[in-house]
């Protein structure tokens, strides 16, 4: 398996512009997590989807993040319009969630700056 | 808001046991303990993961204390390689990493 695939890997953008970055989980995994990372913050979590369905967003900053799932392999994270706050490594992770949580795998993550 | 605390760093000689404490004293009954690791740039790495016996695998061993308010992490003989950020976190709820403990193995 491929693992967890993450695009793109980097990304240069100005204040204002939309931003889409991409994830395609594990197959077979039915949950599918994104994360931001910033030196001060640490690795906060910021929505998590099981079998498609947003659980919990309440990570999510502000309405300009947005996430979907159209399907079970395939997520994108939208921000809209971006700011230079929100520069930072966008880690998206999966897993195959049973009665508890289960191991997450991890994807190289997308570095994002927003100039 | 953490459900765990961890010193923010330490560190450990090369060939030495690395052991890493979490305190988690408001852990619930189904609730597991989680490790993971990130090497520098990387993707987060499951390392362990235990309910309430010790459990060990290729990577680490980790100890739980008979009320699972607390737990360490040991790895047995760190490496250079063994440098990174430790993250241990709790399971059945919202995930989040929190700050973890930075470990620094020196030669």
């Known amino acids: 398996d491929a693992g967890v695939i993450q695009s793109p890997r980097h990304e240069v953008t100005e204040m204002g512009q939309e931003v889409t970055l991409r994830c395609k989980p594990i197959?077979?995994?039915?949950?599918l997590f994104w994360y931001r990372q910033t030196m001060m913050r640490g690795l906060e979590l910021l929505i998590y989807?099981?079998?498609?369905?947003?659980?919990?967003d309440s990570g999510m900053p502000e309405d300009r993040f947005s996430a979907k799932m159209p399907n079970a392999s395939f997520s994108t994270l939208k921000i809209q319009p971006s700011e230079p706050r929100d520069s930072a490594v966008y880690f998206c992770?999966?897993?195959?969630?049973?009665?508890?949580?289960?191991?997450?795998?991890f994807g190289p993550g997308t570095r994002l700056l927003v100039l | 808001d953490a459900k765990t605390t961890q010193p923010p760093s330490m560190d450990c000689a090369e060939g030495r046991a690395a052991n890493l404490p979490c305190n988690h004293s408001t852990i619930s009954g189904n609730e597991y303990v989680y490790w993971y690791r990130q090497i520098h740039s990387q993707g987060p790495q499951y390392i362990i993961h235990g309910l309430k016996n010790n459990e060990t695998n290729e990577m680490a061993s980790l100890i739980i204390t008979e009320d699972r308010k607390s737990s360490t992490l040991i790895l047995p003989h760190a490496t250079l390689r063994d440098t990174a950020v430790y993250y241990c976190f709790l399971s059945g709820y919202a995930l989040n990493f929190g700050k973890g403990t930075s470990l620094l193995v020196t030669p």
């Open positions: 992770a999966s897993s195959w969630e049973r009665q508890v949580q289960e191991t997450q795998y």
């Open positions: 989807f099981n079998n498609n369905v947003p659980i919990d």
């Open positions: 197959s077979g995994h039915n949950s």
